[in-house]
């Protein structure tokens, strides 16, 4: 098995439970997409997910998100570098020491 790293854009659908009950609306879910180099779907998705849980962290709202639904698209080299541009550095950011 080939442990190449690949690009992958990761999409995590999620909900603010706590904040719709607030509201009274449920809108559609929220969602944060991750630009992710790893060797395989399974680990791209782990290191997005480990993104959006520091990402949460370091957000100043009081309600919790809770992730509904996952995308995962391998993109090409090419592909996977336009989109780096256009995403903000801490999402495209290499993952946090430990995240495997």
Do not use: N
């Not at 098995?1 to 809108?27: K, N």
């Not at 090419?78 to 801490?90: D, G, N, R, V």
């Amino acid at each position: 098995m080939s442990h190449t790293a690949h690009w992958y854009r990761v999409t995590l659908h999620y909900r603010e439970p706590s904040f719709e009950a607030q509201r009274g609306a449920q809108p559609r879910p929220y969602r944060g997409t991750f630009l992710v180099q790893a060797p395989t779907t399974e680990s791209a998705v782990r290191v997005a997910r480990c993104r959006f849980d520091a990402w949460t962290r370091a957000s100043s709202v009081g309600w919790v998100r809770i992730v509904v639904a996952t995308d995962c698209e391998a993109l090409p080299s090419t592909e996977a570098l336009a989109h780096a541009s256009a995403l903000s550095p801490a999402l495209a950011a290499p993952p946090p020491d430990g995240w495997r």
